[in-house]
């Protein structure tokens, strides 16, 4: 790469003598100086083949730099959110996220990739063609300085602006993504509401305000498209008014002349590409600012200290003096002063009226938030002293609304189990949760695949139990694990609960909620 990079240079340089021979070769043939003409020939195909195959060679290297630096940056973009607290979550919507992982890390790596260099190679070729100008004749210089100064003053104003509309045509974007996707994952209860229509116009009211901006930016590019060409012709103009002057005067020869031209010609051309990359570097910019600020967040507290890991876990858990506000709604306290205390093998119920912060209190104890007020003990330890992987992974979690991953059953149940499993302990925990007879009906059994039609809600939520359960957890947390259950399922599912309160050899500490 760095070899190829430093003759892709060389011949850069090489190809800023070109205007220089193609003038020589042109008057060489008019002075009948058959040898300079035929070596200007020799040199000029030589530089168009070299010139062909460095930019074929550049442009693949780069595309293929681009794509391994998209996945990078999507890796690293996705290991920084799924480490961020669970209250970030709660500010973020998910369809903007996936967008910031999707286009705008395709934005960033154009950044990176191809504008840098193409930025380099144009400004390489602009400074030689200046110099080159300079050694044929500095007024003429001059006036061709001038118009790249109007051109590049036009273009900070327009440049600015396109920042702006870029970072907003990202927003937008993100906003209409989060719509679509909310609508398409909730499309049953559209269709039960009949609000298709609504969502439609929830959608279009996205689009418009991003077609808004895409307009305003459009019409922007070609007001600075109308300046550049008018500059650029104007440059023509004044060549041929002051070179021909210059001519007249006897200040400039004929062939000076027409390097001065076809320099020019080059200086424009490489400051317009320089100008059109820098625009398009902007606008990657402005739609990367948020990539990069998502990616420069530092991992949530829990995961950067080392907790203690305790022999093993008993379960004795204790709230003192609890108090709790959600980050998102400070001025609405959920827990105040809660004390509570749960021994090791105790199975208890917590049961309150709907929004009293039931589910609250297990965030809690699984560290998804941290208490403002008060301190939590396990096993007499603060909770924030124990290593977090190793508590969550003694604890078993069924909640109320059971997620089921796009795997095959089998995956689902030994979900995040710390421990080696075998097919028999998958069944095993199937019959805990009276899940193994619905599995193996299924067209696979247990390599069914789960998708979102499949299974029942009572079903998914005893796929949810028997994941607990394959953990063998010293703290077990059902958290309404029977509210989608049919009345039999529930009567074993209680069954269950009951087994576990008399079953005096495997100890554990059970809430119910
Ligand atoms: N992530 C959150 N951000 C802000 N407020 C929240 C969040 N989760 C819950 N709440 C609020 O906290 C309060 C307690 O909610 P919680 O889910 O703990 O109640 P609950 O007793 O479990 O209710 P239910 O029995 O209906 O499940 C509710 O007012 C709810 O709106």
């Given at each position: 790469m760095a070899y190829l990079s430093r003759s892709c240079f060389l011949n850069n340089c090489r190809e800023i003598s070109m205007p220089s021979i193609l003038a020589a070769s042109i008057f060489s043939a008019q002075r009948g100086e058959t040898m300079v003409f035929s070596w200007s020939l020799r040199f000029l195909f030589t530089l168009c083949v070299t010139s062909g195959i460095c930019s074929g060679l550049r442009s693949g290297c780069f595309s293929i730099a681009n794509i391994i630096v998209v996945k990078r940056l999507r890796g690293r973009l996705y290991y920084a959110l799924v480490f961020q607290d669970i209250s970030f979550f709660d500010a973020e919507a998910v369809g903007v996220l996936t967008s910031r992982l999707g286009a705008d890390c395709q934005q960033l790596s154009y950044v990176i990739g191809n504008n840098i260099h193409l930025i380099l190679r144009n400004s390489l070729q602009g400074t030689g063609a200046l110099v080159n100008l300079l050694t044929l004749s500095w007024p003429l210089t001059l006036s061709a300085l001038v118009i790249c100064f109007i051109l590049s003053t036009i273009f900070l104003v327009y440049g600015q602006y396109q920042k702006k509309a870029a970072r907003l045509t990202q927003e937008f974007n993100a906003h209409a993504n989060d719509v679509a996707q909310e609508s398409l994952y909730q499309i049953r209860t559209v269709r039960a509401y009949g609000t298709e229509q609504k969502e439609i116009g929830r959608y279009k009211e996205w689009l418009e305000k991003l077609a808004f901006v895409s307009i305003r930016e459009s019409v922007a590019y070609e007001l600075w498209n109308m300046s550049f060409t008018t500059l650029y012709r104007s440059t023509q103009v004044i060549a041929v008014l002051l070179g021909g002057m210059s001519i007249m005067t006897g200040y400039v020869s004929v062939e000076q002349l027409t390097k001065y031209v076809l320099y020019c010609e080059w200086l424009i051309y490489a400051t317009w590409r320089l100008v059109d990359n820098l625009s398009s570097l902007l606008q990657s910019i402005g739609a990367s600012e948020r990539v990069v600020q998502l990616m420069d967040l530092l991992p949530s507290n829990q995961f950067l200290s080392k907790g203690v890991k305790l022999?093993?876990?008993?379960?004795n858990i204790q709230f003192v003096n609890v108090s709790f506000h959600y980050p998102s709604r400070v001025t609405v306290p959920i827990l105040d002063h809660l004390c509570l205390n749960v021994k090791a093998n105790e199975v208890i119920a917590i049961v309150g009226l709907s929004g009293s912060g039931k589910s609250t209190l297990v965030n809690l104890l699984l560290r998804l938030y941290e208490p403002t007020n008060g301190q939590i003990y396990i096993d007499g330890f603060p909770l924030t002293e124990l290593d977090i992987s190793w508590l969550r992974e003694n604890i078993g979690f069924v909640g109320q609304e059971p997620y089921l991953f796009h795997m095959d059953i089998k995956s689902n149940i030994s979900y995040g189990c710390p421990k080696d499993i075998t097919d028999e302990d998958v069944e095993w925990a199937a019959k805990q949760a009276h899940a193994h007879e619905f599995i193996s009906s299924l067209p696979h059994g247990y390599e069914t695949l789960v998708d979102d039609d499949l299974l029942s809600g009572g079903q998914k939520q005893r796929i949810a139990i028997a994941r607990a359960m394959l953990?063998?957890?010293a703290v077990l947390i059902l958290?309404?694990?029977?509210?989608?259950?049919?009345s039999e399922s529930e009567h074993y599912v209680k069954g269950i609960l009951h087994a576990l309160r008399n079953?005096?050899?495997?100890k554990r500490t059970v809430i119910v909620i």
């Open positions: 022999p093993r876990l008993m379960g953990r063998d957890p958290d309404e694990a029977t509210s989608a259950l049919d079953d005096n050899i495997t």
